[in-house]
C-alpha cells in the first residue's frame, strides 16, 4: 500500500439509494503518498432520470440544468475517472457511500474498478482520533472543516468537498 497514489474523492448525486437515484458529479484529487497534489478534476454526469430526482438532494448539490448542459454521459465519465484513479486508494469522507454508488455504476457500466481495494474513511479515522472529545459532537465534513480551519466556500459540489477531505486527511495525519 505504500507505494500507491490516494484519489480523494466525492460525489453528489440525485438522492442516496443508488438503485433510484444517480451520480450527477464527480470530484477527485489525486496525490503521491506523501500528499503532493498530483491532479484533481471534476466531471459532470448527465442524469437520465432528473424526474427521479430527491428535490432536496437537488437543491443541496446546487443542480441546475444549465450547468450541466455539455456534462458527460455516465460511461464516458466513469471511463476517464477509472483510468485516472488506476491503483489509487480511494480516500473519502463517508467513503462507504461514495463507493458504494461508484460500485453501483461500475457494475452496471460494466467496467471493472481499477482502483486498489482499500479505502480510508475521514470520519472513521476522525472519531479514533477525537471520540474522547466532549467538545466535538459531530463528524461531518462541514463541522471538522470548522474545527481545523479548513475552507470550503463551494460545500456540496464535488470537486470542493473532495478538496476539503484532502486537506481534513494532512490535518489528521498532521502532515
Known amino acids: 500500500m505504500r507505494k500507491h497514489n ?3 474523492i466525492d460525489i453528489e448525486t440525485t438522492g442516496l439509494n443508488p438503485l433510484q437515484h444517480e451520480i450527477i458529479e464527480i470530484g477527485c484529487v489525486i496525490s503521491d503518498r506523501n500528499l503532493k497534489v498530483i491532479e484533481e478534476f471534476e466531471l459532470k454526469i448527465k442524469p ?13 448539490n446546487h443542480y441546475n440544468e444549465k450547468d450541466w448542459k455539455s456534462a458527460l ?5 466513469i471511463k476517464i475517472l477509472l483510468e485516472k484513479v488506476k491503483g489509487c486508494i480511494m480516500v ?3 467513503v462507504a457511500f461514495d463507493a458504494g454508488f461508484l460500485e453501483y455504476v461500475f457494475n452496471k457500466v460494466g467496467v471493472e474498478n481499477t482502483m486498489h481495494y482499500h ?15 466532549p467538545e466535538i ?25 473532495a478538496r476539503a477531505t484532502y486537506e481534513l486527511y494532512k490535518k489528521l495525519m498532521d502532515v
Do not use: Y
Not at 73 to 77: F, M, P, Q, T, Y
Not at 137 to 161: P, Q, V, W, Y
Open 6 to 8: 490516494f484519489a480523494f
Open 48 to 60: 437520465k432520470k432528473i424526474e427521479n430526482a430527491n428535490p432536496t438532494a437537488l437543491k443541496v
Open 73 to 77: 454521459d455516465l460511461s464516458k465519465a
Open 92 to 94: 473519502g469522507h463517508n
Open 119 to 133: 479505502k480510508l474513511d475521514t470520519v472513521s479515522v476522525a472519531w479514533a482520533k477525537f471520540h474522547h472529545n
Open 137 to 161: 459532537e459531530h463528524f461531518s465534513l462541514r463541522e471538522m472543516c470548522e474545527r481545523f480551519g479548513i475552507k470550503n466556500e463551494h460545500s456540496h459540489t464535488a470537486l470542493s468537498d
